[in-house]
């Protein structure tokens, strides 16, 4: 029997006393709703992405819902997504009326391709949601080069991909527009949170009016404004609003977003170094073109690895670790079950043979040692 002391966890957000402090500070504002702390966020984490402007909302879910209003895409319309991904990027294509088109993966890095994008393009494909898998990033300029001509937006889905890099740049640099994570699974958290960034100035606005019950004015710059001011509504909108405190929150972990990354890819390093050579398991790796952030530290195993994928996890569970079946595929969802789609091997043989193991910024050598013994009980006992 393992206790809990030696038990290791999949993932444990990095938080600390600063974080606490500016929880605080902000509650002894009395301002807690959306206010300054959230306008701050959005300027400083836009620049680190290196986009225009970004804009705050309650989740990534909320953040792809908005950017698809925003990019009007509606009923009648096609939206190419990858299967192999959190469901969100699935229901935002629904949450707009939208019918979403499901396309396969490459087994390398997870994401979309040219070529598995081309297998379902249609007459009524109106937009692409790419999805920078775990952290590994998609190939941008390629989805780019076969959107662009034919009219396609292409969205991207950065959930879990705060920092990685993409040809040098940090992916999102030069996103139409990137919908972006904070909950506690991804690297930066604010217990839930979202955000948008993107260039364009005037979309910029029309998404912060939209998060906020298509209101003119905001309910911050009506506070602070000393006379009356009358708001009105210009279009249906939302209620999609950060606080002010998960912002606080926000800030202090973008500034320790390099050290998070630093660390991760140090763990990944180890994870790599101690899984070379080992018949029948790959793990993820960074891409030719970029850098990922190690999100997820995913392996595949081999369809014939001894006790599969689901005996891999209950070695480790027995250890006390808590690893997680790999990225799941919506089409096997019984959400999506009525929706037609080609072939998706690629995405059914990473979702059946491939898991998560554990890695978080506190995580030792020792842990990541046990991780391994665990996972390899089988071939390293010669069975
Ligand atoms: C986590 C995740 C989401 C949803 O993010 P929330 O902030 O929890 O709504 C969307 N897409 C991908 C790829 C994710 O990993």
């Not at 990027?89 to 390398?108: C, I, L, M, S």
Request: with cysteine; charged share 20%; proline share 5%.
């Amino acid at each position: 029997m393992s206790t809990t002391t030696d038990r290791i966890p999949v993932m444990v957000p990095f938080l600390g006393e600063r974080e606490e402090k500016a929880v605080a500070e902000v509650v002894a504002s009395g301002w807690i709703a959306q206010g300054p702390r959230v306008a701050q966020f959005e300027g400083a984490f836009a620049e680190r992405v290196g986009a225009g402007h970004g804009v705050a909302v309650s989740s990534c879910t909320t953040a792809l819902h908005l950017a698809l209003v925003a990019c009007g895409i509606g009923p009648d319309d096609e939206v190419i997504v990858p299967s192999f991904s959190f469901i969100a990027t699935a229901n935002a294509v629904r949450y707009v009326g939208a019918e979403p088109v499901f396309a396969d993966v490459d087994e390398q890095t997870g994401n979309l391709t040219p070529e598995t994008v081309r297998a379902v393009l249609g007459p009524r494909t109106r937009a692409i949601v790419l999805v920078h898998q775990g952290g590994v990033p998609a190939d941008v300029r390629a989805l780019r080069e076969l959107a662009e001509p034919l009219d396609i937006l292409l969205v991207e889905d950065a959930a879990c991909a705060a920092g990685s890099t993409y040809r040098g740049a940090p992916v999102g640099a030069d996103a139409l527009v990137a919908a972006w994570s904070f909950h506690p699974r991804k690297l930066l958290t604010t217990g839930e949170g979202g955000m948008l960034t993107l260039d364009d100035a005037d979309r910029a606005a029309r998404l912060r009016r939209l998060r906020e019950h298509g209101m003119s004015v905001s309910a911050a710059d009506r506070h602070a404004s000393t006379g009356p001011v009358l708001e009105q509504y210009l279009e249906v909108g939302f209620n999609f609003r950060m606080t002010d405190i998960q912002a606080a929150i926000g800030l202090i972990q973008l500034e320790k977003l390099d050290a998070m990354i630093a660390r991760r890819r140090e763990l990944a390093a180890h994870y790599h170094a101690l899984l070379e050579d080992v018949p029948g398991v790959r793990a993820v790796r960074d891409p030719e073109y970029g850098q990922s952030n190690y999100q997820s530290f995913w392996v595949l195993l081999d369809p014939d690895f001894p006790g599969g994928r689901d005996g891999a996890l209950a070695r480790l569970a027995e250890g006390g670790i808590s690893a997680r079946r790999g990225i799941m595929a919506s089409h096997l969802e019984p959400a999506y079950e009525k929706v037609e789609h080609v072939d998706l091997p690629v995405t059914e043989r990473l979702t059946r043979d491939s898991l998560i193991l554990p890695l978080f910024h506190t995580m030792t050598a020792a842990q990541q040692e046990r991780v391994v013994a665990a996972l390899l009980e089988p071939v390293a006992s010669g069975a």
